[in-house]
């Protein structure tokens, strides 16, 4: 069985301070990994995956995600947050060949203080 | 623009109206899903349809009633709601139901509220 969870369901950061959004997943294949971003009244739009090639991953508004193996995570950071940043962030799971669906976690809220 | 489009973006509606979300996708995927998100709560899985024909159905109630005519459209039809059905109600589609690489795509979502 495959699942994801997110430590923190609200983060808040000031301006141009680091951010850091934990995600860790149980399974028992490699897993793909993704973070996807929410913004508010939107759907989900992907920000980032992981399939199994560079463990250090780039995504999109210069957020960057590390897969970690051995500690079985796959941690969202970005050096310096910015206002527009604010919205929530979605980790998610499946594998290949393992016949699974999606599996999304809670869902981390990110808040910019000025 | 996402590449799957729902239709309303918002709806307001009585308890004892009918109505329908629509969304639909040109991406080539042959997998659908409806997803129900509340305030405070966890994305819910409702429904999945695999080459048009429904594979999950999560415990909804039966006042949701969804249909997938083809691979690129797929609707929710709603009859009879509770105020607690009011929600953001998500479509997706990925290009299988399992073992997908790229994950899911998601349309901007339709903001039910029900009076």
């Known amino acids: 069985a495959q699942s994801v969870t997110q430590l923190g369901s609200h983060v808040s950061v000031s301006e141009g301070a680091l951010v850091l959004l934990r995600c860790n997943y149980s399974?028992?294949?490699?897993?793909?990994l993704f973070w996807y971003v929410q913004y508010p009244n939107q759907g989900l739009q992907l920000l980032l995956k992981?399939?199994?090639?560079?463990?250090l991953v780039k995504g999109i508004n210069g957020f960057e995600a590390e897969f970690k193996k051995s500690e079985t995570s796959f941690h969202l950071t970005k050096p310096s947050a910015h206002m527009s940043d604010a919205a929530e962030y979605f980790c998610?799971?499946?594998?290949?060949?393992?016949?699974?669906?999606?599996?999304f976690g809670g869902g981390t809220r990110l808040m910019v203080k000025p | 623009e996402t590449g799957v489009t729902q239709t309303p973006r918002h709806l307001v509606m009585g308890m004892t109206n009918k109505k329908s979300l629509k969304c639909e996708q040109h991406?080539?995927?042959?997998?659908m899903y409806w997803y129900k998100q509340s305030a405070k709560k966890p994305l819910e899985l409702m429904f999945v349809?695999?080459?048009?024909?429904?594979?999950e159905n999560n415990s909804v109630p039966s006042r949701f009633s969804p249909e997938c005519p083809n691979s690129s459209h797929l609707f929710l039809h709603l009859h009879t709601l509770q105020p607690e059905d009011s929600a953001l109600y998500l479509c997706?589609?990925?290009?299988?139901?399992?073992?997908?690489?790229?994950?899911?795509?998601f349309g901007s979502g339709t903001r039910l509220t029900v009076v």
């Open positions: 992981y399939t199994s090639a560079a463990t």
């Open positions: 998610a799971v499946t594998h290949n060949n393992a016949g699974n669906m999606l599996t």
């Open positions: 997706a589609s990925s290009l299988t139901i399992v073992d997908n690489p790229n994950g899911y795509t």
């Open positions: 399974s028992s294949v490699p897993p793909y």
């Open positions: 349809y695999s080459l048009e024909e429904r594979v």
């Open positions: 991406l080539g995927h042959n997998a």
